[in-house]
Nanobody, 125 residues
């Protein structure tokens, strides 16, 4: 299975943008789903977006829909999450995760079996 590692978190002001990166290593990048999740303190982990590395198909959760864009650079085995118009309520730990294609790339945390350590995003008003 792939190993994934996130980067790009930080502290921003409301209304600003931020781009997170997830670098995947190991065998089989082109047959995996790579997804972004976030966990707001005191709440369950929720899906943000996912991408199927094989053909670039994308899927979005409802939590940030319309304000995020997921993309990949297959030459670098890297998936990006571009977030715009960030709000204080977007403050959370953001995680990257991977799974084999199998049953599709829906952004359901329980279906993903390889997780990064997370990167903190803090949005101040």
């Amino acid at each position: 299975q792939l190993r994934v590692m996130e980067s790009g978190g930080g502290s921003v002001q409301a209304g600003e943008s931020l781009r997170l990166a997830c670098v995947a290593s190991g065998y089989g990048y082109n047959t995996n789903c790579i997804a972004w999740f976030r966990q707001i303190e005191g709440r369950e982990r929720e899906g943000v977006a996912s991408i199927y590395s094989g053909d670039g198909s994308t899927f979005y959760g409802t939590s940030m829909q319309g304000r995020v864009f997921i993309s990949q650079d297959t030459a670098r085995n890297t998936v990006y999450l571009q977030m715009r118009n960030l709000k204080p309520e977007d403050t959370a730990m953001y995680y990257c995760a991977s799974k084999s294609w199998g049953d599709g790339c829906s952004v359901v945390a329980a279906r993903y079996n390889s997780w990064g350590q997370g990167t903190q995003v803090t949005v101040s008003s």
